[in-house]
């Protein structure tokens, strides 16, 4: 998809953080219900863990889907509490039927992170592309790890962390030095492919963000904005990430 074509964005705003979870779950528990073997783009943080609360809680099977994530730190060993591996195991893979051959995310300790970049790609293809893609977003505009000025038609590749998001995801480590300073994302360009789009914020926090997500002009200072080149994208809020919005 070219970046130049606008959509109008989808909003929905939620009265809380749970009701926001149970919509974002009914959404993925829909797809699922028409297309049980749904590839589903996933991300880890602090916004989706109410979405797989709901999920698992929900009973849908899984065992046919395939889960690619959008993004691993670099060089974090995969047992780390803190890897994305870990986060996904403890969160998705161990609570549902999923088989492990279809849970993907980024090798961060592969020998050759470019390759294990341009392997990650052509997995998405192989698999049919993804059918919804889930998404966070950073207090500075990212999307997995697109941080501000990733290019619009960016493929997954390795990365710098920007020194906002490391200090954000100090909270789950003991010191910001533990935090890696590089991973590998989906890129801007992969994401959009999705045949559907669903980021999700919650909190005061998020409201800044929001607004120029949704009420600004794309930009790549803004990678979120990307958004507004997808034909199917929804943003599901609760009030507070919502309080800026003028309607
Ligand atoms: C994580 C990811 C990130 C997070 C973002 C928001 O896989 O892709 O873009 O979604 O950093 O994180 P939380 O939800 O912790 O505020």
Redesign the pocket.
Known sequence: MKAGSRYPLQVEVLPDYAALSERAAAIVIELLEEKPDAVLGL??????VGFYDALVASGVSLARARTF???EYLGLPRTHPES?YSFMKRMLYDRTDLRPENCHIPDGNAPDPEAECRRYEEAIRAAGGLDIVL????HNG????NEPGSPWDGRTRVVELAER?RE?NARFFSSIDEVPRRAITMGIGTILEARRLLLLASGSGKALIVQRLVEGEPTEEVPATALHFHPDATVLLDTEAASLLKR
């Not at 991300?43 to 989706?48: D, Q």
């Not at 990212?142 to 790890?145: A, E, L, Q």
């Open positions: 991300p880890t943080g602090g916004t989706p994530n959008l993004d994305y998404l966070g977003v950073g990212h999307i997995g790890f998001t954000a």
